[in-house]
């Protein structure tokens, strides 16, 4: 204990009848590893569970667990709590999870409105009220007898987590689910005792963990969450929300407070918030709910991504208890490393969202962007030394070819890391400058630092050559040598006010008053986003479509992109080609060959990047086994580069 450098994170807590080692929960989330058709508890989401035991945190809850399977479920893969044969393989859990002292609770839910999306046809979801643009055909207005099924399911799946000895349970009151839904004006519209009144809306939440109360007879505790505000029109104001955590007040040890729902833009940002939205946003909530009610312990999430702030959090009384979940999904030993002093060792989360990638598409999580094995732990989570040391030539000192180097290294390869620039890093330095990227920033600097100490050697400065290849004569070459940025012989472009972004995102270029932008693609839209924050008139011009700019970022962060945006008044214009660069704008033609002008102070290329062709095929002639990643095979994110790199080098014989 005397190492850490954060005596309030690493407090033990009391709450209800559980002790907790420290003050860090790993927040609810749904990481689709369970059984697809029956939520069965197997290998994978096991071996997930257990990863996220041994970041070191005091406390796991599984997320969105459904407390009915066929008709509350809002995940296709989430874990089942709903039969007395889900007890062994839960119990089993519990115990790995106490040899190493964390406490393991589940997230138990009924998704109401949002089960639609995974209910088979012939079922329909229950929503307090039948809404404008709910298709009757798809939800159903709950009645007062499945009211009391839904209260029974809710304690017959706690009686069943005792059994198997979790530590916790927790009542899912929140993102616009069943529960939560009664409790907002905006989803409950009904005109019985159960709708209208403050009184009539909370009434069934009540219920539930009034009956909760009673079936865990007290001896493990209840936790709840809550939103601190819904980012909804008509939403439950959040006065009515202490109120209402005063009435659990009763029933109730611990609440988790988060934000949003999950369908309207708005909303979505804050709820699961990138890296353009605030971090910390929800403190304020938490620091309200926690004075209203004192003999609550009270947590909080959302963009909490380091150690600092949640010492901050917990230092200054805006939370007892700090829930994070990409910050330790980026990292699998994170609160250990805090412990032992060694937070300069924590891989840093960039907020990029690229972890729900696989969500989308029905799969699990399937690699965070600076850590591949995330979601896959079931695969092992050591590297394998190799048998066969054998010399291996990296090209490219980008995040790629960084996570090369190491994993290599850490293999027991003998590694030679190039680069041509006098700092390794890629593209990320101007990847990482915009005020709203410090989690891009953060990760550079480690990567730096790791790769230059993972025993690899590394030449700065020398532009490699078919004969420095030949003369380093490794047994395996990897280019990861990036993307160069497209120019494309365009009138004008070699005038005094315009500039590329990289030039413009690092600082080195004075900016007027109108810009635009020419690329609507992520650097584009960034760039753009960065100026229009502070204050200049930005349009971004394309040829895609406008709902198609930035069309490579995952869904959830593309959201939020579009949105801020929107805000910062970024305006679009799609379906345009450039023509030319004139005094004073830019010239355009749209889909009807009409040509206009658009006033421009300083204007800035952004029109993506592509691999050296020529180089590649050059050096990848001379070694017999070669092997390209990242933008210099395929442009993308810097996840992907990451991923390819990980996974290339895990497997290399």
């Known amino acids: 204990m005397a190492f850490n450098h954060f005596p309030h994170v690493y407090e033990p807590i009391e709450v209800g009848s559980m002790t907790v080692k420290n003050r860090i929960q790993f927040s609810p989330i749904v990481s689709n590893h369970a059984g697809y058709r029956d939520g069965k508890l197997g290998n994978e989401l096991f071996e997930f569970a257990m990863g996220q035991a041994r970041t070191g945190c005091g406390l796991v809850t599984i997320g969105s667990t459904p407390v009915d399977f066929d008709e509350g479920r809002d995940f296709y893969a989430c874990m089942s709590v709903t039969t007395d044969d889900d007890i062994p393989p839960l119990g089993l859990l519990a ?74 349970v927790m009542v899912h009151l929140a993102h616009g689910n069943l529960l939560s839904s009664f409790m907002s004006p905006h989803w409950n519209q009904r005109t019985d005792e159960y709708g209208g009144s403050f009184e009539n809306r909370v009434r069934l939440p009540l219920e539930v963990l009034a009956a909760a109360r009673e079936a865990t007879g007290g001896d493990i505790p209840i936790e709840i969450r809550l939103v601190g505000n819904e980012w909804i029109d008509n939403g439950m104001p959040f006065e009515e929300r202490v109120e209402f955590l005063k009435l659990a007040e009763p029933y109730i040890d611990m609440v988790l407070v988060s934000a949003g729902t999950l369908r309207a833009p708005i909303a979505l940002c804050k709820n699961m918030p990138g890296y353009y939205v605030e971090p910390m946003l929800n403190t304020k ?91 896959w732990e079931y695969r092992g989570t050591k590297l394998i030394p190799t048998t066969k ?10 995040p790629g070819g960084m996570e090369a180097t190491r994993v290599l290294a850490e293999r027991g390869y003998e590694v030679v890391l190039y680069d041509k620039a006098q700092q390794m890093g890629g593209r990320l330095p101007e990847a990482s400058a915009l005020s709203f990227k410090d989690g891009f920033r953060r990760y550079l600097k480690w990567a730096q630092d790791q790769t230059a100490k993972c025993g690899a050697t590394v030449k700065l400065g ?77 349009t971004v011009v394309d040829q895609l479509p406008e709902d198609e700019f930035a069309r490579d970022l995952v869904f959830f962060l ?88 990980y996974w290339l080098c895990r497997d290399l014989a």
């Open 95 to 168: 115990r790995e999870f106490h040899k190493i002292d964390c406490r393991l609770s589940v997230e138990l839910t009924h998704g109401g409105q949002w089960a639609a999306d995974v209910l088979p046809d012939d079922k329909r979801a229950y929503v307090p009220s039948i809404l404008d643009g709910m298709d009757p055909s798809r939800f159903i207005e709950i009645g007062r007898s499945e009211m009391d099924i839904v209260i029974q399911h809710h304690v017959d799946a706690i009686e069943r987590c005792k059994k198997a000895g979790l530590d916790m």
């Open 285 to 375: 909530y938490s620091k309200a709910l926690k004075e209203a009610c004192p003999s609550l312990a009270v947590s909080v999430c959302g963009g909490i991504s380091t150690l600092e702030q949640a010492e901050h959090i917990i230092e200054s009384g805006e939370a007892d208890i700090v829930a994070m979940a990409k910050a330790l999904m980026a990292d699998g030993d994170y609160v250990n490393k805090g412990l032992r002093g060694q937070e300069d060792e924590i891989r840093p989360c960039l907020r990029c969202m690229y972890c729900m990638k696989g969500c989308l598409v029905g799969s699990h999580l399937e690699g965070c962007a600076v850590n591949p094995i995330m979601g």
């Open 389 to 398: 040391p054998r010399k291996v030539m990296v090209v490219g000192a980008g």
């Open 462 to 538: 020398v532009e490699v050559t078919p004969e420095v290849v030949r003369a380093e004569d490794p047994d395996v070459l990897i280019l990861a040598t990036g993307a160069e940025l497209i120019e494309p012989p365009i009138p004008g472009l070699d005038k005094p006010f315009v500039h590329d972004v990289v030039e413009v995102d690092r600082g080195g270029a004075e900016i007027g008053q109108r810009v635009v932008v020419c690329g609507g693609g992520l650097s584009g839209m960034e760039c753009a986003l960065g100026l229009a924050m502070e204050g200049k008139e930005v």
């Open 558 to 645: 593309k959201q939020m992109l579009d949105l801020y945006s929107e805000q910062n008044h970024v305006a679009k214009r799609g379906n345009c080609v450039v023509q030319e660069v004139v005094d004073g704008g830019v010239v355009v033609r749209n889909q009807g060959g009409e040509t206009e002008t658009i006033p421009a102070d300083t204007v800035i290329t952004a029109f993506g990047v592509r691999p050296n062709a020529c180089m590649i095929e050059e050096l990848s002639s001379i070694v017999p086994e070669t092997y390209v990643i990242g933008d210099a095979k395929e442009p993308g994110v810097i996840g992907d580069a990451i991923n390819q790199a």
